[in-house]
């Protein structure tokens, strides 16, 4: 089981852990530094070093009205 836990993330799966659009995970990697690793053309994720980003703050530091256009 742990095994799973610790497999690379596709977008679309890491978006639906976070709840947010693919649009805004791609500004967090592009504007926030988040975790994220290039295989290709596909973007992979880290669930733990998602979740470690997130508890240092990477997320919180987009401020009031950020994602809108």
């Known amino acids: 089981m742990n095994e799973m ?3 690379w ?3 679309t799966e ?3 852990y ?3 659009s693919n649009d805004t ?6 504007r926030h530094a988040m975790p994220a690793h290039r295989m290709g053309r596909l973007w992979k994720f880290k669930k733990s070093q998602v979740d470690a980003w997130i508890e240092s703050g990477g ?11």
């Open 5 to 7: 836990e610790d497999r």
């Open 9 to 11: 993330l596709s977008i």
């Open 14 to 16: 890491i978006c639906k």
């Open 18 to 20: 976070l709840g947010v």
């Open 25 to 30: 995970v791609y500004k967090w990697i592009d």
């Open 59 to 69: 997320a919180a530091k987009l401020g009031p009205g950020a994602g809108k256009p």
